[in-house]
């Protein structure tokens, strides 16, 4: 007999063991974790459950759940919908309001997993829980700042409304006022006709405007940085034997204010582009020297340790097509690069010619692009939720698309976040 109390203290010792380790288990759990009995008293809450209801540990086993942590008013829903759980009903899912001890409520997202004895008797419910208030507090203002929208589109509707039939009555009344003067009419609908023309030319000009001032400020933002470094550059060079930094220094803000001009050229042809009108101009030329303007321009962006690593270069035959966009190419491509890598990660440019076609891999190991949004990557003004705080337009990659088109090659790429992307672009040599 003594031998089988000892296995049973054992059992139980074994046991208190185990349902302490699950309660550690379930207390590092991010959701409130409870568990109700048959009539709906608490058997188990973890930390989570307890820092939401302002409890200490224990206090809150053996208790009414209903009663002591559900508001008044949702109470007697609470009761059905436990009742139906206890009938054998599956509620997988279900909302409802909690109250802490100190009075404070919250919105929480249940699942619910009905608990069973051996035979199949239902005991209870084990619950986890999502605070989900803040969530809809903010789907709730979402929802007013949507109404308030519409109220005012509503509103701003009928004064238009009101304006149009006003210019309508004026119009009836001008064609009464000058039936019998049909040459004085015809004149009339041909000035109404011009005036629409140019509304419609000024508003197409105004959304130019606006597209310009949003490209400046992303692709001028290093040529200009360049330009500003290197002129203070100079003005420390003062003494005579620093002449050759001082015309280093001049040669780049000739360089970048050269870069800049033609930019500035490619962004009041963007309608022009997507129109195919943008003309094309090739010269035979090195990939050298443009290797060369692309990496000075970009020097002022690299980051700490970063660096510019290229392959291939010397292999390359002179070019025959267009210099200033094959530049802005690379120009766009690896100041994003650069913009999207850390400090101390290189970005690494590969160049080879197969088939007639000029290849270029430009490769970083910086954020990469979530998979989910690459679909969307050469689409004007995208930019994805990954580098939402890093300033940009989300324009780039649309212009560097529709530059690789007009010199009749095409672009792809791969991307792995956080290990980072590779643009790849083919040219043709030859163009017909």
Not at 353 to 372: F, H, M, R, T, V
């Amino acid at each position: 007999m003594v031998h089988d109390l000892t296995q049973q203290k054992t059992a139980e010792s074994a046991l208190q063991r185990e349902k302490e380790r699950a309660q550690r288990y379930l207390n590092i759990a991010n959701t409130i974790i409870v568990i109700l009995d048959r009539d709906g008293k608490i058997k188990l809450l973890n930390e989570k459950g307890r820092r939401i209801l302002e409890v200490e540990p224990g206090e809150a086993i053996g208790k009414e759940w209903v009663d002591h942590f559900i508001p008044d008013s949702y109470r007697s829903e609470v009761k059905v919908v436990f009742r139906a759980l206890m009938d054998g009903r599956d509620i997988e899912y279900y909302e409802n309001y909690v109250q802490s001890a100190s009075g404070k409520q919250h919105l929480v997202a249940w699942h619910n997993t009905l608990l069973r004895d051996d035979n199949g008797e239902i005991t209870g419910t084990l619950s986890s829980g999502i605070d989900i208030s803040a969530q809809r507090e903010a789907e709730d203002r979402i929802i007013r700042l949507n109404q308030e929208l519409e109220k005012r589109v509503a509103a701003r509707t009928e004064e238009l409304a009101e304006v149009v039939n006003q210019l309508l009555g004026i119009n009836k009344q001008l064609k009464h006022e000058i039936k019998e003067r049909e040459t004085a009419e015809a004149a009339l609908k041909t000035k109404e006709k011009q005036l629409t023309t140019a509304l419609e030319k000024e508003k197409e000009l105004n959304e130019l405007k606006s597209r310009f001032v949003s490209m400046a400020s992303h692709e001028f933002r290093t040529p200009l940085s360049t330009i500003l470094s290197s002129a203070d550059l100079i003005e420390a060079y003062q003494k005579e034997e620093q002449q050759k930094k001082r015309l280093r220094h001049t040669q780049r803000i000739k360089t970048s204010v050269a870069n800049l001009t033609s930019i500035l050229n490619d962004f009041l042809s963007l309608s022009r582009l997507e129109e195919g009108k943008l003309s094309f101009n090739p010269s035979e030329f090195e990939l050298t020297a443009v290797w060369k303007e692309v990496e000075e321009g970009v020097q002022g962006m690299l980051k700490k340790g970063q660096q510019l690593n290229i392959k291939g270069l010397d292999q390359i035959p002179d070019l025959n097509t267009d210099r200033r966009i094959l530049q802005n190419i690379f120009y766009n491509l690896l100041s994003n690069a650069i913009k999207y890598s850390g400090e101390g990660q290189p970005i690494d440019c590969r160049v080879h010619c197969k088939n007639g076609d000029l290849k270029i891999a430009i490769q970083d190991y910086g954020i990469g692009i979530p998979e989910s949004e690459q679909q969307h990557l050469f689409t004007r003004f995208f930019r994805a939720h990954n580098v939402e705080n890093i300033q940009g337009t989300g324009l780039g990659l649309n212009i560097v698309k529709g530059y690789v088109d007009l010199l009749g090659g095409h672009i792809t790429f791969e991307s792995v976040p956080e290990q980072g992307s590779t643009f790849r672009v083919t040219i043709p040599l030859e163009h017909h």
